[in-house]
């Protein structure tokens, strides 16, 4: 079977002769007189007397006749073209509304004004303007006389051609030469026109058969035609189970563009997205390509994009690529668990995270499912996570925040096994414990993080954000971006912050009197910006939104400092009391 697939660009309205089955002639007398006449012949047409008073009775059938009188009086008002008296009635109605109202208000003016402005009464109105000026569509020309009657079951379809995309890939039987109907896409045209099929047998576009056309060739005759396109096809076997509308919603974990997909059947075919971008999936029939549109988008014809099957084998076939970039150059990550308020002197670059925690390339990131959740007011709040690359503003926005709220936010206090001083108390700079309760907990894996400084363990534990949580407050933690999926569980429900440096120019702009810890310095003393800093700052945003952009849940820039922290606010305000996408598992605990 040849596979190739391609979209026909045509199309949009259509009307269709079936001209399977007896041939019929115009009739010389009308279906009501048909009727009538019918029950004097069973006699001699039908032996089997339960048969006739059966036909007799359905032939009463009072219903039967008002049908055949309304499908007569229809035929009549297509016949003779019946003209509008108007085609604005809507603003008609409304400029009564307007008068009437100018007069005095008696029971009968008001009775009318109320049956104008009722909502059936103004789409009914709204309907017949569109009838009238026939806004609806363009005139079909007539079918074609010379259709084969000898044909069984050929139909023949007539569709406009519009801007819109028939959205429908057909595909050539190598050995027979048949082209078929590959697959419909949901809410496309040809969808919508509910009279192609998948499976359907093309036979002839315009009158040009097609059996021994490849399908660029058919395309070409599309691309020629002008206005109606008829299509003449032998209905294929294949049922299709009725369109209901799949409700799931995958989060995209990867950036896809169809115009770069050499695999892809039909590029046009094919819904570009970017990583986190929200897809309902409409269709997983195929095994390799299902069909999805983007969340929110009303009109909707939807796309084709790689199934997770496929996705997953596609990225196990690049692994050996994904593995080189495990030993690109490391970047300088952010050094976490600093309490920001007091601690300015622990230093940033204390913290050593081990090699192979930077990258994590064990799962495959295709698909995730995900369903909206809204926080109900009994509920913990979700973990505020923040995430970025050393010196981009994290401690600076995440102070911001405890100040403009401090009974609403608040951060974990960090573990240490260094000597507590005088001036500290336990629980407040940090919880002191001793170095070997410290290596109990990390190997019970109680630390999100934790590092070496000088002989000492520096570490944030999971129980110091539930302690946060169990308040009632936000949690704000900012951490290393690898941390993410450990946290992202039930639990925690974390939303995931991404600070982004703005572009160099800007740092050097806005960061002209900043002073940051740079990991690299030991001695610990906050010291301006280098280009360098800038242009690390810069590089490792890029890595981290490459390797871990699949989770983040909102990017901020950080250029102008208020109007990040505006934004940080407004977000984690919507955050609290908008319904968001999570994964699925996380609704069913
Ligand atoms: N938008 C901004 N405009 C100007 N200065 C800024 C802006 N954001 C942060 N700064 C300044 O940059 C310096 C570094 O910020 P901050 O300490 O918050 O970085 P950080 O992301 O927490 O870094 P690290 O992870 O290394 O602790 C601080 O002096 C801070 O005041």
């Known amino acids: 079977m040849n596979t190739t697939h391609l979209l026909l660009s045509a199309n949009s309205r259509h009307h269709s002769n079936d001209t399977s089955g007896n041939c019929s002639t115009i009739p010389a007398m009308s279906l009501y007189e048909l009727l009538s006449v019918l029950p004097s012949q069973l006699q001699t047409h039908v032996d089997s007397a339960d048969d006739r008073t059966f036909l007799h009775a359905m032939f009463r059938e ?58 059936y009464m103004e789409s009914l109105l709204s309907v017949h303007d569109t009838v009238a000026q026939k806004t609806y569509e363009p005139q079909l020309p007539p079918l074609p006389d010379d259709i084969d009657d000898d044909e069984d079951s050929v139909k023949i379809i007539r569709l406009v051609k519009s801007k819109e995309p028939l959205g429908a890939t057909i595909k050539r039987d190598e050995h027979t030469g048949a082209v078929t109907i590959a697959r419909i896409l949901r809410g496309g045209a040809a969808d919508r026109s509910g009279l192609i099929h998948v499976g359907d047998e093309l036979k002839e576009v315009n009158g040009i058969p097609v059996d021994d056309k490849q399908p660029e060739d058919i395309i070409h005759i599309l691309a020629q035609s002008q206005g109606a396109i008829t299509f003449k096809v032998v209905p294929g076997m294949q049922q299709e189970s009725p369109a209901k509308e799949p409700k799931m919603y995958v989060r995209a974990l990867f950036d896809y563009n169809p115009e770069e997909d050499k695999a892809i059947p039909c590029k046009e075919a094919g819904l ?87 990258y994590d390339t064990a799962d495959v990131a295709t698909y995730e499912e995900v369903t909206t959740y809204r926080r109900a007011p009994t509920e913990k709040h979700r973990l505020v996570l923040l995430v970025g690359p050393t010196g981009v503003g994290l401690n600076e926005l995440k102070k911001k925040l405890l100040i403009s709220d401090p009974q609403h936010f608040s951060v974990t206090v960090p573990h240490t096994s260094r000597q507590k001083r005088n001036q ?44 946060v949580l169990a308040k009632n407050k936000v949690c704000l933690l900012d951490v290393q971006p690898h941390t993410l999926k450990h946290l992202r569980t039930v639990e925690f429900k974390p939303y995931v912050v991404f600070l982004k440096p703005p572009p160099v120019e800007h740092l050097r702009e806005t960061r002209k009197n900043a002073k940051f810890l740079s990991g690299k310095d030991d001695k610990g003393s906050a010291k301006p910006f280098t280009e360098e800093d800038f242009m690390e700052m810069i590089n490792t945003a890029q890595q981290m939104e490459n390797q871990y952009g699949h989770l983040f849940d909102k990017v901020i820039v950080n250029d102008d400092l208020s109007a990040a922290f505006s934004a940080l606010k407004v977000t984690l305000r919507k955050v609290e009391l908008e319904a968001q996408w999570v994964p699925v598992g996380w609704t069913h605990s």
């Open 62 to 119: 009072r219903s039967l006749h008002s049908l055949i009188k309304i499908h007569e009086r229809l035929q009549q008002y297509e016949e003779c073209c019946p003209t509008p008296v108007l085609d604005r009635a809507t603003s008609l109605a409304q400029g009564v509304s307007r008068e009437l109202q100018a007069t005095s208000l008696n029971a009968e003016v008001k009775e009318l004004l109320k049956l104008l402005s009722n909502p």
């Open 272 to 358: 570009a997205f970017r990583k986190g971008d929200i897809l309902q999936v409409m269709c997983q029939d195929d095994v390799t390509w299902w069909q999805a549109k983007h969340d929110g988008h009303t009109s909707g014809r939807a796309g084709l994009i790689p199934s997770k099957h496929f996705q997953e084998s596609v990225l196990q076939l690049s692994f050996s690529l994904i593995v080189s970039l495990l030993f690109s150059p490391p970047a300088s990550f952010r050094r976490s668990f600093r309490l920001s308020r007091r601690d300015r002197k622990t230093n940033k670059s204390m913290y050593e995270c081990k090699k192979s925690d930077r």
């Open 424 to 467: 500290e108390s336990d629980g407040v700079e940090y919880h002191f414990i001793s170095k070997h309760l410290f290596e109990a907990d990390i190997q019970n894996n109680k630390f999100i993080e934790y590092g070496e400084f000088k002989g000492n363990y520096y570490g944030t534990s999971l129980d110091s954000i539930r302690s």
